[in-house]
């Protein structure tokens, strides 16, 4: 993971699912989500405990394949151990995935290698909200 390619995937991603987003305001996938929504990005939030409920003017869905039209990158808010399902889940939805991305403290070698294999960067152990600012210098 360099910083060319981190800056490469901020600034080509446009639509990304964050999954683990929670409605409380204090959560980290919460005011990051909602950072990344206020820099423009069309964030989807995803969480089955959550489903139906709205954070920063978006309807939380259950799970990726409920999302129409897909996304270019899946954020992970979801413990290490449990990165594989959700990788192979985005795997199914989004053939055309671009990015997974795990966020700080988040690293799962298997999940990153079979990612990869099809293709799709994978970022590992960073933020969205400190990458941007420090990469693109936006604020």
């Given at each position: 993971m360099t910083d060319a390619l981190i800056k490469d995937v901020l600034t080509r991603t446009r639509r990304i699912a964050v999954v683990g987003v929670s409605p409380n305001p204090a959560r980290p996938s919460h005011y990051v989500s909602e950072y990344l929504a206020q820099k423009g990005?069309?964030?989807?939030?995803?969480?089955?405990?959550?489903?139906?409920?709205e954070v920063f003017g978006k309807t939380i869905v259950a799970t990726l394949a409920e999302i129409?039209?897909?996304?270019?990158?899946?954020?992970?808010?979801?413990?290490?151990?449990?990165?594989?399902?959700?990788?192979?889940?985005?795997l199914a939805a989004f053939p055309d995935l671009e990015t997974i991305w795990m966020q700080m403290g988040i690293t799962n070698a298997e999940a990153a290698a079979k990612a990869e294999a099809r293709g799709v960067d994978v970022i590992q152990d960073r933020c969205p909200k400190v990458?941007?600012?420090?990469?693109?210098?936006?604020a």
């Open positions: 990005y069309d964030v989807v939030p995803v969480n089955p405990v959550h489903a139906g409920k129409d039209p897909p996304v270019q990158m899946v954020d992970i808010f979801r413990r290490s151990e449990d990165v594989p399902p959700v990788v192979d889940e985005a990458e941007i600012p420090r990469l693109l210098g936006w």
